[in-house]
């Protein structure tokens, strides 16, 4: 099968403008099908700040409520997501701006009201993705980039994390292709000791996975972006690496940098 | 030649839920490929108001500056085009919203500045649309619906009116389609009598345009229309519909309402 890169970067890369040309001008040398899924960043904050919406949280989870939707379709789905587009197409690379309501592609529930409503929060069931349009638009070599939005096929937009869809999207497409997936964030790699930077973690399964819960050596943040990488793996996708974006792109087909998870 | 639809739509019908709502409706029953271009509307002025963006004028034109671009990029490409993408989703129209950027549809050059400059502001040469693109997506049933920005190529969006953007991509799919260029505005037709609104023309070629010029009855909104109108029948569009959107696509082989603008 054909390599596919699924690769996502979030606030880190996305509200810093060196950091995020240098990734882009990475981005396009991967000479392979590729998706890009940005998250949201500073950027939503302050805008939504000037416009007097302010972050909105039900034990201490935020909620996207009909405000906050509306401000992340803008910024997310429209400066974000087009500038990013813009800036591909500079550089030689035919981007095609996404929120999953185009052509389809992620169609979304909103999320059942439990003990908390979370408002206008979509989530996906990879099953449903539209891999024909996604199919289309790579195998005429453009570059699909993804917004973190989804939406419910009944007209409302939804707010979905994007390492969420990062890891649908790599999961309905590694029927097709042999996808590697990527989680760029701000450390280079798992760490087995959260205050050393060094401490890298080049491989993990389910065994250590397992261990590493055990010991309680995982931070909050990097919890659920492990357990999208284990949603993945365990639903066709061959790999994921999680690290720094500049480590991860520098060589695609190194597996020495960064932390890789396996089954 | 294969029937396709240009449709335009304004602030009139892009502001007002139900009227939008009613043309969405109306828009899916054409049973022809289609593309809809919308243009900004009242909302990017509140927003821009909110976020302390002043309209900046020179010589009683409007500039588009550095955050004025930001803020149509976030309300036209962002809010407005993924709310009708989503909208056209829930009634089986699988829409795909896209600025000029994407898939390097529509590269523009920024205007030069003579006497003004009209800021990031850009001016489309319809030979250089990437109609392979689009022809891919009509071709697979997907639906195009563009925002009024377009790029540089250098990395930088544009803003481009969008009764500019429709003719191009009439006139650009022209070789393909035997195209009908409709825009949508809020009277029934270009009027003989600008008070009366049962006055409407219904057929306007080259000689009736110039009786109508001499006799300085076309008003200051209708005559870049007429002539963007004229600019696409010049260059390959087999005839453009200027009227109400109800009125126009009720019946849309009907030729007895709006204004027609042939060669």
Redesign the interface.
């Known amino acids: 099968m054909k390599k596919l890169f699924v690769i996502k970067i979030g606030g880190n890369i996305v509200d810093d403008a060196v950091a995020l040309d240098s990734f882009l001008q990475k981005f396009t040398t991967i000479d392979a099908p590729k998706i890009l899924i940005h998250g949201g960043g500073k950027v939503a904050t302050s805008?939504g700040k000037?416009?007097?919406i302010e972050p909105n949280y039900v034990n201490g989870r935020r909620i996207t409520d009909a405000e906050t939707i509306?401000l992340v379709?803008?910024?997310?789905?429209?400066?974000i997501?087009?500038?990013i587009?813009?800036?591909l197409?500079?550089i030689n690379c035919?981007?095609?701006?996404?929120?999953g309501?185009?052509?389809?592609i992620i169609p979304a529930v909103k999320r059942p009201v439990k003990e908390i409503d979370y408002g206008f929060v979509g989530d996906i069931n990879s099953s449903q993705l539209a891999v024909d349009?996604l199919q289309?638009f790579l195998s005429?070599n453009?570059v699909p980039v993804f917004a973190p939005?989804t939406?419910d096929?009944?007209?409302?937009?939804l707010n979905t994390n994007a390492d969420t869809i990062a890891s649908s999207l790599a999961v309905a497409l590694s029927k097709l292709y042999d996808v590697r997936l990527i989680y760029c964030f701000e450390k280079k790699g798992v760490l087995e000791n959260v205050g050393d930077e060094n401490s890298v973690i080049s491989l993990i399964n389910k065994e250590k996975y397992q261990q590493l819960l055990q010991d309680k050596k995982l931070a909050d943040g990097i919890l659920p972006k492990i357990e999208n990488a284990f949603a993945a793996i365990n639903t066709g996708v061959q790999e994921v690496l999680i690290g720094d974006a500049n480590d991860l792109l520098q060589n695609t087909t190194d597996n020495t940098v960064g932390t890789l998870i396996k089954a």
């Open positions: 805008i000037k416009l007097g509306d379709t803008m910024v997310y789905g429209g400066l997501n087009k500038q587009v813009a800036a197409q500079a035919s981007a095609i701006g996404l929120t309501a185009d052509a389809n349009s289309l005429n453009l939005l939406h096929n009944k007209g409302q937009l």
